[in-house]
């Protein structure tokens, strides 16, 4: 069974979010600022986190940043907050969260991009079908390996630590060398979703992305090819 921790100061926007995801199986825990939600963290492992931007102590961005710091590279998080700018939306994807609704939201869309989230981090094909089914990719100095949800440097075995969306994107890019993808390309085939939306998810998300791999390796692997899309060159 799926653990989430449900971070909201709002306690009947907590409770609702826990009814709905709780009647789909799911295991819930409650949060109610963000010291108690970094404490849960630590304390204990969680398959993902539904995390309000807007609360006392510590804000949901600076939980984010000390989430994907501490080691929570890999968790799934939903960002909540009741700003629509795109600016703020941007801010909550360059900390690190891998999805953003806007409050107040529909219930069943939230729940409906919780399990598109765990889909994507946790229902990995099985080794051993090629590329796309799961074989290892080399990418000069890393390897992407997604049976297992790993990205490798050869020479010294470290692991890079990139969210699940990032994972995703790096993978479906470097499975296709020399092949342009579009941003709704990448949306549907990482997302498992409809493209509902021009937004700048997927640009915020090649941007992080990329400042990791050159971080890590020092290497330029991503190109944009401009008003077409991105492509890893062959």
């Known amino acids: 069974m799926k653990k989430l921790l449900i971070v909201d100061d709002d306690r009947e926007i907590a409770e609702l979010i826990q009814i709905y995801l709780a009647n789909e199986g799911y ?3 409650l949060a109610h600022d963000g010291e108690e939600a970094l404490a849960m963290a630590a304390a204990e492992p969680f398959h993902l986190i539904v995390l309000d931007i807007m609360m006392p102590k510590a804000d949901g961005l600076e939980v984010c940043r000390q989430l994907r710091r501490e080691g929570s590279a890999q968790v799934p998080i939903l960002m909540l907050s009741a700003r629509a700018a795109d600016m703020d939306k941007i801010m909550g994807l360059m900390t690190g969260a891998d999805d953003y609704m806007v409050k107040p939201f ?3 869309e939230l729940v409906a991009r919780v399990k598109s ?4 981090a946790y229902q990995f094909p099985k080794a051993g079908g090629g590329s796309d089914a799961g074989g290892a990719v080399e990418l000069g100095p890393i390897v992407i390996d997604k049976s297992t949800h790993t990205v490798t440097c050869r020479q010294d075995g470290r692991q890079l630590h990139l969210t699940s969306t990032e994972f995703g994107i790096l993978h479906l890019l470097a499975s296709h060398p020399g092949k342009v993808f579009s941003a709704e390309d990448i949306f549907q085939q990482v997302w498992k979703e409809k493209f509902y939306e021009s937004n700048n998810t997927v ?4 941007s992080k992305l990329r400042d990791k791999l050159e971080q890590e390796t020092g290497d330029k692997f991503i190109v944009t090819v401009w008003g077409v899309g991105y492509k890893i060159e062959g």
């Open 106 to 108: 529909n219930p069943l």
């Open 27 to 29: 295991a819930t825990v």
């Open 203 to 206: 640009m915020v998300h090649i």
């Open 117 to 120: 989230l765990l889909r994507r």
